[in-house]
């Protein structure tokens, strides 16, 4: 399935770019493989995540060994990747996307 990313998601992805690029390369890189690799399992599977009670229509895929979420929505003929947060930054807040 095609996947789109949201202005807000494309943000996100610099941020964590960025906050990884701190340990060094080696972590920046297998954060961003591990990114890749779970949207592309999430284009394959869309419906596999777990749905977010509070958000109408939201899943949400866990990246198992770093510390961030990857919130999507599945649409008719697309996945759009709506944010990718990190776990320990404060709740994303309900009304928000």
Sequence with gaps: MKVEFTKRAVSDLRKVSADSGVFGEAVSLAVEARIRDIIAHIAAHPESAARVVQRT???VAPLIRY?????YRVLEDRV????IRHTSRRQW???SA
């Design 57 to 59: 229509g939201m899943r």
């Design 80 to 83: 759009r990747i709506v944010h």
């Design 93 to 95: 807040p309900s009304g």
């Design 67 to 71: 510390p961030y979420r990857i919130f």
